[in-house]
C-alpha cells in the first residue's frame, strides 16, 4: 500500500509534464542472516543496477544540488567538443572537504550549458568516469518553467519575504509552473537511482529548487538515509501560508530524516508551518528537535555553513592573487577602498548601498578624491523585469554619482559587472579597507567572513601593499575604516540584517 506520506505528489504531474514511474520493487533481505556468506552470493536472482547491495562496506556520499560544481566551454581545437574543471568558488564542492577522506562523493545535478541530445550520451560518461558527476538533462522548455518560473518568480521571492502583490511580483500562481516543479525533481531523482546503494549510501539534497525530490526518494527506497538542506531562509507562517501548494511542499521536505536551516529563526517558522497547516507538533530536548511522521521521526538541525579557510589561504599564495594585488593597489593608491560584492538581486541592497555612498559624498566634500566603492555584481541568476529593473536602477545610480562626483583621476564608483576569477575576487578583499554588506533579507552571507580572512593576508601580500610586520592591520585599514568595521561584521549574523 502506497504511503499517504507521499502519494499527494503523484497525482501532480499531469497534463503536459511526464508521469512519474518507478520501476520494479527493490530486492528485500532477511533481518538476520542465517546462512554464512556474502548476501550477493546467496541470493538466486541477478543483480540488476543500482538495486543490488554492495560486498565492500565502503561509505559514499550522493550530494544533489541544482548545477553540479564544474564549469564547461567548447573546446578551441577543431574537434569542438566540451571541456570541463572544477568549479573552485561551488559550495557543494567545499563540502566535501569536510567529510572524510575515505567517504567517495559522487554529485548529481544539472549543467548551466545546454548539451545537445546527440552530445548527453558521451558527455555523461566523461563526467562520470572523471568528476564523479552524474548530469541531469533537462529540456529547455521544461527548465524555463522550472527554474526562471516556479522557483524565481514564485519560491524565491516568497522566501524573501515578497508576496505576490502585482503581476509585476509573482502574478497569479500559475500551475504549469508548479507541474514544471515537479517534472523536474522526478528527473533529478531518476539521476539518483541510477547510482544509488539505497543500503548504504547517503543522499544529500540541497536547497529550494529540489524540495520535491525527497517524496520521489522515499517512494522507491523507503530506508533510504536522506537528508535536506535548505540555503535560504524559510520564512513565517503568516507569508508560507500565500502560497497555494504549501502542504505538498511541507510534506515532501518530511520525507527526508534530516532537514537542516541556517539559524534557528528558520527552523522555528517551519515547525510553526508544518504545527499549523499539517497538525504536527514535535519535540524539544537538550538541543534535539524531532517531529513523528508517519511512524519516522525527521530530525530538524541547526547547521550554519561556513567558509573553507584553507582554501582562501591558498589561493592568497598564488602568484597570480599576488600580481593582482600589486595593479590594484597602484590603481587605487592614497584611495580608501570600499568594497561590495553581491548577486544581481532585488534583496541585496545594491541600491542603499549606492545611495549611502551619494550621501557620504554630499554630506562629507573632504571624502572626495579620497573614498572609492568597487561594486562587485555577480550576473543574475534569473531573469525577469525585477532583475532587469535592478539592472537598470544600478547602472543609473553609478552613472549618475560618477557624473556629479567625479573627476579627472577619480571615480568614485567602480562597477564590475562581468564574472571574476576566484583569485580576482581574493585580491580585492586584500586590499579594501572595508566591506560593505547591506542586503535587505538573506539566508547566510559568507562575504563578510571570507573578507576577514583575506584581510589577514601574508608576508608577500604585505610587502605589496607596504605594510610593516609589526604594523597592525587596523592601522593601514585609517580612522575611516575601523569605524566601519565593527557595524559591518555584525552583519555575520542573518538574523541582524533587516537591522540596518
Same mark, same amino acid.
Given at each position: 500500500?502506497?504511503?499517504?506520506?507521499?502519494?499527494?505528489?503523484?497525482?501532480?504531474?499531469?497534463?503536459?509534464?511526464?508521469?512519474?514511474?518507478?520501476?520494479?520493487?527493490?530486492?528485500?533481505?532477511?533481518?538476520?542472516?542465517?546462512?554464512a556468506?556474502?548476501?550477493?552470493?546467496?541470493?538466486?536472482?541477478?543483480?540488476?543496477?543500482?538495486?543490488?547491495?554492495?560486498?565492500?562496506?565502503?561509505?559514499?556520499?550522493?550530494?544533489?544540488?541544482?548545477?553540479?560544481?564544474?564549469?564547461?566551454?567548447?573546446?578551441?581545437?577543431?574537434s569542438?567538443?566540451?571541456?570541463?574543471?572544477?568549479?573552485?568558488?561551488?559550495?557543494?564542492?567545499?563540502?566535501?572537504?569536510?567529510?572524510?577522506?575515505?567517504?567517495?562523493?559522487i554529485?548529481?545535478?544539472?549543467?548551466?550549458?545546454?548539451?545537445?541530445p546527440?552530445?548527453?550520451d558521451?558527455?555523461?560518461?566523461?563526467?562520470?568516469?572523471t568528476?564523479?558527476?552524474?548530469?541531469?538533462?533537462?529540456?529547455?522548455?521544461?527548465?524555463?518553467?522550472?527554474?526562471?518560473?516556479?522557483?524565481k518568480?514564485?519560491?524565491?521571492?516568497?522566501?524573501?519575504?515578497?508576496?505576490?502583490?502585482?503581476?509585476?511580483?509573482?502574478?497569479?500562481?500559475?500551475? %504549469?509552473?508548479?507541474?514544471?516543479?515537479?517534472?523536474?525533481?522526478?528527473?533529478?531523482?531518476?539521476?539518483?537511482?541510477?547510482?544509488?546503494?539505497?543500503?548504504?549510501?547517503?543522499?544529500?539534497?540541497?536547497?529550494?529548487?529540489?524540495?520535491?525530490l525527497?517524496?520521489?526518494?522515499?517512494?522507491?527506497?523507503?530506508?533510504?538515509?536522506?537528508?535536506?538542506?535548505?540555503?535560504?531562509?524559510?520564512?513565517?507562517?503568516?507569508?508560507?501560508?500565500?502560497?497555494?501548494?504549501?502542504?505538498?511542499?511541507?510534506?515532501?521536505?518530511?520525507?527526508?530524516?534530516?532537514?537542516?536551516?541556517?539559524?534557528?529563526?528558520?527552523?522555528?517558522?517551519?515547525?510553526?508551518?508544518?504545527?499549523?497547516?499539517?497538525?504536527?507538533s514535535?519535540?524539544?530536548?537538550?538541543?534535539?528537535?524531532?517531529?513523528e511522521y508517519?511512524?519516522?521521526?525527521?530530525?530538524?538541525?541547526i547547521?550554519?555553513?561556513?567558509?573553507?579557510?584553507?582554501?582562501?589561504?591558498?589561493?592568497?599564495?598564488?602568484?597570480?592573487?599576488e %600580481?593582482?594585488?600589486?595593479?590594484?593597489?597602484?590603481?587605487?593608491?592614497?584611495?580608501?577602498?570600499?568594497?561590495?560584492?553581491?548577486?544581481?538581486?532585488?534583496?541585496?541592497?545594491?541600491?542603499?548601498?549606492?545611495?549611502?555612498?551619494e550621501?557620504?559624498?554630499?554630506?562629507?566634500p573632504?571624502?572626495?578624491?579620497?573614498?572609492?566603492?568597487?561594486?562587485?555584481?555577480?550576473?543574475?541568476?534569473?531573469?525577469?523585469?525585477?532583475?532587469?529593473e535592478?539592472?537598470?536602477?544600478?547602472?543609473?545610480?553609478?552613472?549618475?554619482?560618477?557624473?556629479?562626483?567625479?573627476?579627472?583621476?577619480?571615480?568614485?564608483?567602480?562597477?564590475?559587472?562581468?564574472?571574476?576569477?576566484?583569485?580576482?575576487?581574493?585580491?580585492y578583499?586584500?586590499?579594501?579597507?572595508?566591506?560593505?554588506?547591506?542586503?535587505?533579507?538573506?539566508?547566510?552571507?559568507?562575504i563578510?567572513?571570507?573578507?576577514?580572512i583575506?584581510?589577514?593576508?601574508?608576508e608577500?601580500?604585505?610587502e605589496?601593499?607596504?605594510?610593516?610586520?609589526?604594523?597592525?592591520?587596523?592601522?593601514?585599514?585609517?580612522?575611516?575604516?575601523?569605524?566601519?568595521?565593527l557595524p559591518?561584521?555584525?552583519?555575520?549574523?542573518?538574523?541582524? %540584517?533587516?537591522?540596518?
Amino acid at each position: 500500500m502506497v504511503s499517504r506520506s507521499y502519494s499527494n505528489l503523484l497525482d501532480l504531474a499531469s497534463g503536459d509534464a511526464p508521469i512519474p514511474s518507478f520501476g520494479r520493487e527493490r530486492k528485500r533481505f532477511p533481518r538476520v542472516a542465517t546462512v554464512a556468506g556474502i548476501l550477493s552470493d546467496l541470493d538466486d536472482e541477478k543483480s540488476v543496477g543500482s538495486d543490488a547491495p554492495s560486498s565492500v562496506s565502503l561509505e559514499r556520499m550522493i550530494i544533489v544540488g541544482n548545477q553540479l560544481p564544474l564549469r564547461a566551454h567548447r573546446s578551441p581545437d577543431s574537434s569542438g567538443g566540451w571541456c570541463f574543471s572544477w568549479d573552485e568558488d561551488s559550495l557543494l564542492l567545499q563540502l566535501k572537504d569536510g567529510l572524510r577522506e575515505d567517504v567517495e562523493v559522487i554529485y548529481v545535478g544539472s549543467l548551466k550549458e545546454e548539451i545537445e541530445p546527440s552530445e548527453q550520451d558521451d558527455v555523461a560518461q566523461t563526467l562520470l568516469e572523471t568528476f564523479k558527476c552524474v548530469p541531469a538533462f533537462i529540456p529547455p522548455d521544461i527548465f524555463t518553467k522550472f527554474y526562471h518560473g516556479f522557483c524565481k518568480q514564485h519560491l524565491w521571492p516568497l522566501f524573501h519575504y515578497m508576496l505576490p502583490l502585482s503581476p509585476d511580483l509573482g502574478g497569479r500562481f500559475d500551475r %504549469s509552473l508548479w507541474q514544471a516543479y515537479v517534472s523536474v525533481n522526478k528527473i533529478f531523482a531518476d539521476k539518483v537511482m541510477e547510482v544509488i546503494n539505497p543500503d548504504d549510501d547517503y543522499v544529500w539534497v540541497h536547497d529550494y529548487h529540489l524540495m520535491v525530490l525527497p517524496s520521489f526518494l522515499r517512494k522507491r527506497f523507503n530506508r533510504v538515509k536522506l537528508g535536506f538542506f535548505l540555503h535560504s531562509p524559510f520564512p513565517s507562517s503568516e507569508i508560507y501560508r500565500t502560497l497555494p501548494v504549501r502542504d505538498e511542499l511541507l510534506r515532501a521536505l518530511l520525507n527526508s530524516d534530516l532537514i537542516g536551516f541556517h539559524t534557528f529563526d528558520y527552523a522555528r517558522h517551519f515547525l510553526s508551518c508544518c504545527s499549523r497547516m499539517l497538525g504536527l507538533s514535535y519535540q524539544s530536548k537538550r538541543g534535539y528537535i524531532g517531529l513523528e511522521y508517519f511512524g519516522r521521526t525527521v530530525s530538524i538541525k541547526i547547521l550554519p555553513v561556513g567558509i573553507h579557510i584553507c582554501q582562501l589561504q591558498s589561493v592568497l599564495n598564488l602568484p597570480e592573487t599576488e %600580481s593582482k594585488v600589486a595593479e590594484l593597489h597602484d590603481q587605487f593608491r592614497g584611495q580608501t577602498v570600499m568594497l561590495g560584492v553581491d548577486d544581481m538581486d532585488i534583496f541585496k541592497g545594491i541600491s542603499l548601498k549606492l545611495l549611502a555612498m551619494e550621501q557620504l559624498l554630499t554630506q562629507h566634500p573632504n571624502k572626495r578624491g579620497e573614498v572609492v566603492l568597487v561594486q562587485i555584481a555577480n550576473p543574475a541568476r534569473g531573469r525577469g523585469r525585477d532583475v532587469q529593473e535592478v539592472q537598470s536602477e544600478t547602472k543609473a545610480a553609478v552613472r549618475r554619482i560618477n557624473e556629479t562626483f567625479g573627476s579627472p583621476g577619480y571615480t568614485p564608483v567602480v562597477l564590475i559587472d562581468r564574472p571574476l576569477q576566484f583569485y580576482e575576487r581574493i585580491a580585492y578583499y586584500a586590499i579594501a579597507e572595508c566591506c560593505l554588506v547591506t542586503a535587505v533579507r538573506d539566508g547566510m552571507n559568507l562575504i563578510p567572513y571570507e573578507y576577514i580572512i583575506c584581510r589577514q593576508g601574508n608576508e608577500k601580500l604585505d610587502e605589496t601593499l607596504g605594510i610593516t610586520p609589526s604594523a597592525p592591520k587596523k592601522e593601514h585599514a585609517g580612522s575611516f575604516g575601523v569605524y566601519w568595521m565593527l557595524p559591518i561584521t555584525e552583519r555575520c549574523n542573518p538574523s541582524k %540584517s533587516m537591522e540596518y
